[in-house]
């Protein structure tokens, strides 16, 4: 299974520890609560809400070098735009070791 990374920030930044910094504590800063509100939409049921909510937290996935990750989330948002939720319980996964590994950043 893959893990969250800084290999693409490193990669992105091209050395610049300034430009990780800025990253970092944007993906720390915001990453957290796009996870609230999208669990928020999902108590809900608000599928097409937890759909967007998805589409903005697939991003710091690919940030934080989660590619597989990533494709899940595309597929996911699918499902919650045509009310399914199969993909759930993995993707929750993924959030929760995302938020494991910026909290020791």
């Known amino acids: 299974m893959e893990r969250p990374s800084l290999n693409y920030i490193i990669e992105l930044s091209g050395g610049d520890a300034a430009f990780q910094d800025k990253l ?3 993906v720390k800063e915001e990453l957290p609560e796009e996870i609230k509100i999208y669990q928020g939409h999902m108590r809900d049921s608000a599928f097409a809400k937890a759909a967007e909510d998805v589409h903005k937290i697939k991003h710091k996935l690919g940030i934080l070098s989660l590619e597989q990750a990533y494709e899940l989330a595309i ?31």
């Open 24 to 26: 970092i504590a944007v």
């Open 75 to 105: 597929a996911y948002e699918e499902e919650l735009k045509h009310g399914n939720s199969r993909l759930r319980a993995q993707f929750e996964k993924i959030l929760e070791q995302c938020v494991d590994f910026i909290s020791d950043l």
